[in-house]
């Protein structure tokens, strides 16, 4: 269902997208005069899209003035010390993170293995970074969007999948329900569409899902997982 949703975007896209012609994109920054008589620089703005994914904020503007840049590498700096400390200060490094948004998708867009971007940004893969991040890249906050997208879309998904007859989605359906029946409710639902839908595209779940053995029951996982 997703696969078809970004094709038909695609085909869309195709038509409606603004022109990226090499014209536009080294098009010089203009200069207008304001109110002073003084000529200020005005930057054309670049065409605004969306993919697939939603993206606000792809890759944001890098300022230029030296002090600015400055102080955005001596935030990044300070993030890589606290990232060594056991209880560093969650509040301070989230201002950070949202101060040096634009140098992270730098690191990200010239295209860092993940090895260079732990070094470069510790905590991005860290549950502050990974909220933080999404919510600057996609203009919505994480968890919010994920609840909400559930709660709208997974009753409707469970049902395509009580009427497909492929055996591993119907496998998957009954290892969902005796886990929903052992702990008393809903909460593998969660985890378990991302099984679903592996299963019907025919996806190898490992290399989405990495899965441990535990002896905890899914929803204090889930818990953990959102404290």
Known sequence: M??????????????????LSP?????????TAGASGVA??????????????????????????????????????????MSKEVSPELIIVKQDLKATYCLQRKS??????????????????????????????????LLQTMLQAYTAKVPRLLAFFGDCKKKEVQDA???????????????????????????YFGENLESLILTKDVSIFFYDLLLIVYS
């Open 173 to 199: 359906l009954r290892d969902i329900n005796i886990a929903k029946a052992e702990i008393k409710n809903s909460t593998p639902d969660a985890l378990g569409i991302l099984l679903l839908l592996s299963c």
């Open 40 to 81: 200020h620089v005005v930057t054309p703005k670049r065409p605004k899209m969306t993919d697939s994914y939603g993206c606000v904020s792809w890759e944001p503007h890098i300022p230029t003035d030296p002090d600015r840049l400055a102080d955005l590498k001596f935030k990044q700096r300070r993030m890589q010390d």
């Open 2 to 19: 997703a696969q078809m949703e970004y094709r038909l975007d695609n085909i869309k896209r195709a038509h409606n997208r603004p022109s």
């Open 23 to 31: 014209d536009n994109l080294n098009k010089e920054p203009d200069e």
């Open 108 to 141: 990200v867009n010239v295209g860092l293995d993940v090895d260079a971007l732990c070094n470069e940004w510790p905590f991005l893969f860290q549950a502050v970074g990974i909220e933080t991040h999404f919510e600057q890249l996609l203009g919505k906050p």
